[in-house]
Nanobody, 125 residues
Framework: HVQLVESGGGSVQAGGSLRLSCAAS????????MGWFRQDPGKERDGVAV???????RYADSVKGRFTLSKDNATATLYLQMDSLKPEDSSMYYC????????????????????WGQGTQVTVS
């Protein structure tokens, strides 16, 4: 039974930093695509960044150069380092995982991911 548990959200002033963590349990070895999405009330869930089992990362244009995604395979923990935060980064952030490599055409499609965390709120003022 796969579980994803996020932590690290909170409130920060514009220009500040936060680091989100996603601890994965119950995950067997093999290919994967893991990453972060964010969603505002009444809006679609948008892809922020993903990492594949081949270590390739993909980022939304809006966060390139400011956010860094990494994964510690020893602890099965995914990290999203968010720097130079802007008010428009405020959102509920969700960790997601799929049992296959990320794909260029679908990496930001929530439907590609079968596992989700409960979400962690990020507020930038």
């Amino acid at each position: 039974h796969v579980q994803l548990v996020e932590s690290g959200g909170g409130s920060v002033q514009a220009g500040g930093s936060l680091r989100l963590s996603c601890a994965a349990s119950g995950w067997t070895s093999g290919r994967y695509c893991m990453g972060w999405f964010r969603q505002d009330p009444g809006k679609e869930r948008d892809g922020v960044a993903v990492i594949s089992s081949d270590r390739r990362t993909r980022y939304a244009d809006s966060v390139k150069g400011r956010f860094t995604l990494s994964k510690d395979n020893a602890t099965a923990t995914l990290y999203l380092q968010m720097d130079s935060l802007k008010p428009e980064d405020s959102s509920m952030y969700y960790c997601a995982a799929a049992r296959d490599d990320c794909r260029a055409a679908s990496w930001s499609d929530p439907g590609y991911f079968g596992y989700w965390g409960q979400g962690t709120q990020v507020t930038v003022s």
